[in-house]
């Protein structure tokens, strides 16, 4: 063996609140439909239901005037070469905002108004990010061995509207391309 110097990364420990009221564990099987490549999609599943992320929530009462708050972690993981993400969502009160803050990893958040206006934001450590009112929002890891880790807020009687993106799509998916993520149009958007 050569003497040569060398390094490997070793992944952080996941950061989970000292406080959860509810854990929500998310599977391939809850994301039929969202990942463009069924078949591949149906390959996978075959062999293994995997966890593609968790959600842990401190419960507050869901009316007007309180905070919902959290922690989302998407685990690294691709279906073919489309990266591991959330569902994804509008607030069923749509005037709703919400306030994201990155832990760890390192990633995407889509976001879409319905009239089709979209904006991806890079997530890093540190990185704030505020998804103002109206526009879906969908958190997308793109590390290869580290969860995306992001602390969440937002109105407590926001809601979620989970059908429109099912039907719908994203109007863009995040791909592992040969110089890094690459966003393309998702032609089964409509
Ligand atoms: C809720 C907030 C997050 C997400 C979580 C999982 O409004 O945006 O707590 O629920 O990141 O994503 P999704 O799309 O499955 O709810
Ligand atoms: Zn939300």
New binding site residues.
Partial sequence: MTDLPFSFTLPMPQVIPSRVDNH?E?RLSEMRGQFFDLEIYDKMLATEDQLI?E?Y?IKRPEVEGEL?M?V?VVHPGQVGKEFFM????F?SVLATS?I?YCLRGEGYMMMETPEGITSIEPLSPGKVLY?PPRWA???VCTSRLEDLV?F?A?PAN?G?D?GTIEQTGFRKLIFDGVNGPEIVDNPRCH
């Fill in positions: 929500i998310r992320y959600v929530e919902l959290g989302s959330t569902k994804g969502h607030h919400e994201y998804v929002h969908r958190s992001t969440f937002y926001a979620h989970y």
